[in-house]
């Protein structure tokens, strides 16, 4: 689940963090009031107005501006507010501006990065840190690695001082912003370990002419599967910036993300799903999504499924692969059946059924007054799919 910038530069400053002053509203009268607000306990006219959505690179979109005293505070937020900003994280559908956060503007000597996930290959946390901060990591990563500083963490020792210090150092910091870069440090990791996070990231961390050091900006993305430990965190879910076809598929119990193909597909269980994904692709097709029904399989799943997925105007074709192991390939034949009565499918459907009682299943389904193109082997599947996008 991801968090907003505002959202998670809470969390930090709860865990110790420095942050810049900033009030998020959600219309350009509260902005100016926020702005007045910042003025009044900080006796600023340095303001930065930023787009709150949940993607990157909203400033090259236009969605991050400075303003210089109140009255530009307005103009921003009267252009920002409602905008469909368009980012390299968006695609090119954008996403509408809903929130802005009004905050308190800094004058920048240094930018760095600092970031926290986990790394699957050694089960460890690794922190990374980079003097090269302000822009995408991904770049420094593929321009000049050797830019980016790596920490390996062990979850059950946690973060060592020495550990911090090696970071600092590796920012460059001196002196009280040394002190200051190590409880960053610190302040990070501990939130990303409250919080049950995948990545929890400062970029731009940065060093003010002052001599402080500050988190400009901040990214959080939970774990979903650990939400239940965090009933706080999960009500600070943003319904309006996720898919609406996500959302209502995580409301039937079932594992839903749209792609960009033109082939549907319903399958149980995740590595299932990858591969009949591949095959669709081997096909001659593209997925149009990875959708995961679960263990279950059944007719009200496979039903809510089929309306998922026609919900996509790219869709030329349906393909459900389903391994009958906990559930009987009897059973989801008529589920099967009984859905696709339901549901007005107007592409072509294959079904492909493996499993305890698969022969059962696949003769239901040719018996049925339903069309459906049913299969036992994933080739016979596979040609069958590009078949009927072919056709």
């Not at 302040?187 to 400009?216: H, K, M, Q, R, W």
């Not at 996509?312 to 859905?339: S, T, Y």
Request: proline share 3%.
């Amino acid at each position: 689940m991801k968090l907003h910038e505002y959202q998670a530069k809470d969390i930090l400053r709860d865990h110790g963090a420095s942050v810049p002053d900033g009030i998020v509203v959600e219309t350009v009268d509260d902005a100016v009031e926020a702005a007045r607000k910042i003025q009044k306990e900080t006796g600023t006219d340095l303001f930065i107005v930023k787009a709150q959505i949940h993607a990157g690179g909203r400033g090259k979109g236009g969605g991050v501006k400075l303003a210089h005293g109140v009255d530009e505070v307005r103009e921003h937020a009267d252009a920002i507010l409602g905008m469909n900003l368009v980012t390299h994280q968006t695609g090119p559908e954008g996403q509408k501006v809903r929130k802005i956060l009004v905050t308190e503007g800094v004058d920048i000597e240094k930018e760095f990065y600092l970031g926290v996930t986990l790394d699957r290959e050694t089960s460890m946390n690794v922190i990374m840190a980079s003097s090269e901060g302000g822009v995408d990591i991904e770049t420094v990563a593929d321009e000049n690695p050797e830019a980016i500083q790596k920490v390996w963490v062990d979850p059950v020792l946690g973060l060592r001082p020495f550990q911090a210090r090696q970071l600092a150092f590796a920012l460059g910091l001196e002196g009280e912003a040394f002190k200051q870069g190590l409880r960053f440090v610190s302040s990070l990791y501990e939130a990303f370990e409250a919080t049950d996070s995948t990545l929890a990231e400062i970029n731009p961390l940065v060093l003010t002419d002052d001599g402080e050091i500050e988190a400009v900006d901040a990214k959080i993305n939970l774990d979903d599967n650990a939400l239940f430990r965090h009933e706080d965190l999960e009500a600070m879910r943003d319904l309006d910036e996720e898919d609406p076809t996500e959302v209502e598929a995580g409301e039937h119990g079932l594992s839903y993300i749209k792609l960009d193909g033109n082939v549907g597909c319903m399958v149980n269980g995740a590595g299932l799903a990858m591969a009949t994904m591949d095959i669709i692709k081997l096909a001659g097709g593209e997925p149009a999504n990875f959708l995961d029904v679960g263990g279950s399989a059944s007719a009200e799943t496979v039903e809510a499924g089929f309306r998922i997925i026609l919900k996509d105007p790219n869709v030329e074709a349906i393909l459900v692969n389903i391994f009958g192991g906990i559930v009987r390939c009897d059973r989801v034949a008529k589920g099967v059946v009984q859905a696709a009565k339901n549901v007005e499918i107007d592409v072509p459907l294959i079904v492909r059924l493996q499993g305890t009682n698969a022969e059962e299943g696949k003769q239901l389904l040719d018996e049925s007054d339903v069309t459906i193109r049913s299969a036992v082997l994933l080739k016979e599947a596979a040609d069958k799919v590009n078949e009927a996008v072919g056709s």
